[in-house]
């Protein structure tokens, strides 16, 4: 992975009357662009996103969505679906006098930057995908109700008579009046998530979980989504109609064997519509993009795609 450069520039876009957006820009003002897009719905970005791209031959763009990370207001919902974010990559796109960029993403970041795609696929170099979720209801069924979430810590929280609708049972406690409800229930969801998104287990990735703003933004934000489907049609991304938009686009893909947040299955589904896409499979790996094996890949996209 490459250093992880302090940005030359950091601004807010205004794309509403209730949303301020955070974005920084680092690496080569006239190179290649290149836009990070963040996980979660909710995650933000990090110093340690920054560090995918060789700064010598990239413009680095990275972008916290609505409600995300230091974007104002924190954990808003309001006017907060997945074609309000796509309309704010093509806002900052045009913001910044990009032409086309590469765009980069993982886990949400994959969905989101799929659906930014398809809508606007003459704008789009290349993708590199990490982790793939497409939001159907099966693959929110498999880690949230019956799958990965039979593991008990995640259950806790919830009373034995709400627990036939986990996502149910937390929305209605992530939006509690009470402030208290909301802290508790915000830091169990983001808890979960980060206890399953490693192989082996990061201390680092739990302390972030307990930090009260994070916790609230990302599990309400994540829940608010859910709930609504993805504010899309069931498959959607995966429709003949959808992939033949972004076909012709150079596709690499990183997915982790033992991915249990987003399994290799979605992976694979995608492979299967859109077989023109480099699928690489990481034998020992789970969720997270930081796992040695799926880093390594991801930075190998990125070297290659350059050359785009």
Known sequence: MYPALEPYKSEFL???????????????????????????????????????????IYHIIL???RGAGRSKPTACLEENTTWDLVNDMELLRKALNIDRWLVFGGSWGSTLSLAYAQTHPERVKGLILRGIFTLRKSELDFFYQNGTSHLEEYLAPIPEEERGDMVKAYHSRLNSDDEQIRISAAKAWSKWEMATSRLFVDPGYLAKATEDDWA????RIENHYFINEGFMRQGQLLEKQSIDKIRHIPCIVVQGRYDVVCPATTAHALKKVWPELELNIVQDAGHSSLEPGTSKLLVEATDKFSSL
């Not at 006239?30 to 110093?47: A, E, L, T």
């Not at 609230?216 to 599990?219: D, E, G, H």
Request: aromatic residues 12%; negative net charge; hydrophobic residues 30%.
């Open 14 to 56: 205004k794309v509403s009357e209730t949303h301020e957006l955070y974005y920084e820009l680092l690496g080569n003002k006239d190179g290649k662009p290149v836009i990070f897009v963040h996980g979660g719905p909710g995650g933000g970005c990090s110093k340690m996103d920054r560090t995918w791209f060789d700064p010598a």
């Open 63 to 65: 972008l916290d969505q």
């Open 216 to 219: 609230n933004a990302f599990a």
